[in-house]
Nanobody, 121 residues
Framework: QVQLVESGGGLVQPGGSLRLSCAAS????????MGWYRQAPGKQRELVAT???????TYSDSVKGRFTISRDNAKNTVYLEMSSLKFEDTADYYC???????????????WGRGTQVTVSS
């Protein structure tokens, strides 16, 4: 069984910064891709950023230049450094990972339960 647990959300003023963390645990053989998604009230879940095992990153246009994704492969942990936060960054942020639980099994996608980020003055 695999679990993803996010932490680091909270209330921040516009222009401020936050750092999210997501640790994967359980029966993990390898993690190919880790990423962050977000869902604002009344909107669909959207991609924020992803990072491969080798460190290749992708970002949505809305966060490029303001957010930085990184990972610690030894700790099976992914981070999201968020700066210059805007009102429109308010959302529930979800961690996701593509994980193989054994050498013979296919990879599957796993999700965390989310952490809330509120940007408000």
């Amino acid at each position: 069984q695999v679990q993803l647990v996010e932490s680091g959300g909270g209330l921040v003023q516009p222009g401020g910064s936050l750092r999210l963390s997501c640790a994967a645990s359980g029966s993990i053989f390898s993690i190919k891709v880790m990423g962050w998604y977000r869902q604002a009230p009344g909107k669909q879940r959207e991609l924020v950023a992803t990072i491969t095992f080798g460190g290749t990153t992708t970002y949505s246009d809305s966060v490029k230049g303001r957010f930085t994704i990184s990972r610690d492969n030894a700790k099976n942990t992914v981070y999201l450094e968020m700066s210059s936060l805007k009102f429109e960054d308010t959302a529930d942020y979800y961690c996701a990972a593509t994980i193989k639980t054994s050498i013979v099994r296919r990879s599957s996608d796993y999700w965390g339960r989310g952490t809330q980020v509120t940007v408000s003055s």
